[in-house]
């Protein structure tokens, strides 16, 4: 399953070799079992695009290591932080039912891994297929660590969609001319966005348009005529990406580890901590064709890096030792424009999901969030500390609170331990001050109040989250992730959401499952979800630098009745703060 540059030996034994491929992994996933990983967290000193810089990696690779799993498999990891920071792992989407000590959010679920020091994570996957992934979840450590995570359909069930003859992870990420603390402490100081990265990689390397690069450029092969599956992961730090593959279609069969219905398209657009399982069918004159990506930037007049990651689609001979008629130079892929709002939304508005995938109508909690960026006032506007526009410092909020993490505690630490005075309860469920959110904002209202607030839902509820963006610095495509929960997308649209007329257009039908979505630039997006995972579990923003700036929330789902609704035990190994 590993991609890799294709083999020098001839097309018949390479042929012969992934045939065994397939054959062992299969045999491999016999059974439901338990997996055992050990994940070391290092200084790796790493170049791209020619230059060096010392970054944190897991067991020294960048992407880290691939966890592959089957639906109903167990997996314990034990994380090592042999680094000189505070880190911890979250396995992004996996839904860690009644075990948020699992779910990884620093300063949320448990106190970071500090360093020196050790943590297991345990869980079992339940009801869950398809592609994530785990990355770091404190401070900008993400930039760095990150793999996939593949879970394959338990023994005797299949796809519901053709069985590709071979599958190949694809990890976006970004990179930048620091390491991500530095980047991290260099935002804290001057109160600005962080310094864009200087590249796009795809599965770590940066690709043919870069210094240094084309050597080592992601390849991936394929026999004419055959179908593979894609497993498109974004692990950026920031940026949304336009992706496409040159004079071919992608067929999206699943998201976010949730099935779909097959939609065919030359272009996806994917937010950082999105996933796309898509199929693609070597239908092409064989030769080489760029896999490609760039920024998607909603953002007015913001900076962004305006480069080009490309992996090679590589067809190998139709008969073995036969090279007549290949395209010896790779095609370029045709790529949006930057801000090209209209085929992200297309591509977004196009995702369907299974129709066994029914929705409630009744709704027992009704909440709006009004979710964006903000600006702090400095008494000293000539300040070095004060880089935000006209000498301000950069926010962000939900529902006018920007959070606030606790130190001395994790959430979920606090509350089941009951320490005092770690957290409130009384987050608001709307917006304490209803204006014409995406239209011009009295100046007033630009500066949210700091909090550490969480709100409070009885187990089984019915939960309906109207997401809306504000015009406040500027409208933005926000990718918003939930943690322990999977969601309906009922609804989306541009400008201010209209609850007397919106819902009469939600999709109950076939909505998509999702565990990150964006609200349209300027607009609102609707989810759903039943609040049956006990525990605290995080929302927030997954631009990293939106989460540094306090836009975050997190919901106390309260036990249910019985064993099967409430939250295991901590385990032994929790880390202390």
């Known amino acids: ?167 190949f992870p694809i990890l ?134 305006n480069t080009t990651p490309t992996a090679i689609l590589e067809y190998k001979s139709v008969g073995c030792g036969n090279n007549n008629g290949q395209l010896s130079r790779p095609l370029l892929a045709a790529l949006p424009a930057f801000n090209d709002t209209s085929t992200a939304t297309a591509f977004t508005n196009g995702i369907r999901g299974l129709s066994q995938n029914t929705v409630f109508t009744n709704v027992d909690v009704n909440l709006n969030f009004v979710v964006g960026l903000g600006l702090i006032n400095c008494t000293n506007p000539n300040s070095p500390r004060c880089q935000g526009p006209n000498g301000t410092r950069f926010t962000a909020s939900v529902n006018n609170v920007s959070l606030v993490l606790p130190r001395t505690s994790s959430l979920m630490q606090a509350y089941y331990q009951g320490i005092p005075g770690v957290f409130t309860t009384d987050f608001p469920p709307v917006p304490p001050l209803q204006f014409n959110y995406t239209g011009n904002v009295p100046r007033g209202l630009w500066t949210p109040s700091r909090g550490t607030k969480l709100y409070k839902l009885k187990y089984g509820s019915r939960v309906q989250i109207v997401f809306q963006d504000t015009s406040i610095v500027t409208t933005e495509d926000h990718p918003l992730h939930l943690h322990g929960y999977d969601f309906f997308v009922v609804g989306s649209g541009f400008g201010n959401f209209n609850p007397a007329t919106d819902p009469a257009n939600f999709n109950l039908v076939d909505p998509p499952q999702r565990n990150t979505i964006g609200n349209p630039p300027g607009g609102w997006v609707a989810i759903r979800f039943v609040a049956d995972n006990p525990g605290i579990w995080f929302m927030h923003c997954h631009k990293d630098s939106h989460l540094f700036w306090g836009f975050a929330m997190a919901f106390l789902v309260e036990n249910g009745v019985g064993p099967s609704q409430t939250v295991i035990p901590p385990p032994a190994d929790l880390p202390p703060c």
């Open 172 to 305: 976006l990420a970004e990179w930048f001319d620091r390491d991500p603390v530095s980047l991290l402490r260099m935002t804290q100081f001057t109160g600005a966005p962080p310094n864009v990265s200087i590249a796009y990689t795809i599965n770590g390397q940066p690709g043919d348009f870069y210094r240094c690069s084309s050597q080592d450029t992601v390849r991936v092969p394929v026999e004419a005529g055959e179908t593979i599956l894609l497993r498109i992961i974004n692990s950026a730090l920031e940026q949304e990406l336009f992706f496409s593959v040159a004079n071919h279609r992608m067929t999206v069969v699943g998201t976010d580890a949730t099935y779909t219905k097959p939609f065919t398209t030359r272009v996806i657009m994917i937010g950082p901590g999105q996933t796309y399982d898509v199929l693609l069918t070597a239908d092409q004159i064989p030769g080489r064709y760029y896999m490609a990506a760039r920024a998607y930037e909603t953002a007015q007049n913001a900076p962004f890096d």
């Open 1 to 167: 399953m590993e991609i890799s540059n294709l083999p020098g030996k001839s097309c018949c034994l390479w042929l012969l070799f992934n045939l065994l491929t397939v054959i062992t992994w299969l045999d491999s996933f016999a059974a439901a079992e338990t997996h055992y990983h050990e994940f070391v967290i290092q200084t790796t000193p790493t170049t791209r695009v020619c230059r060096t810089v010392n970054i944190i990696t897991v067991n020294g690779q960048l992407p880290g290591p691939t966890v592959e799993a089957r639906n109903g498999d167990s997996l314990a990891i034990r994380v090592v932080n042999a680094a000189k920071y505070n880190v911890t792992i979250h396995w992004h989407g996996l839904r860690m039912l009644r075990n948020p000590w699992a779910d990884g959010p620093g300063y949320v679920t448990q106190c970071p891994i500090q360093p020196g020091a050790s943590y297991t994570y345990r869980f079992t996957i339940i009801n869950q297929e398809g592609t994530l992934f785990w990355h770091a979840h404190v401070g900008f450590l993400r930039a760095t660590l990150y793999g996939a995570i593949i879970i394959y359909p338990r023994l005797g069930s299949h796809y519901p969609f053709p069985m590709p003859r071979r599958e």
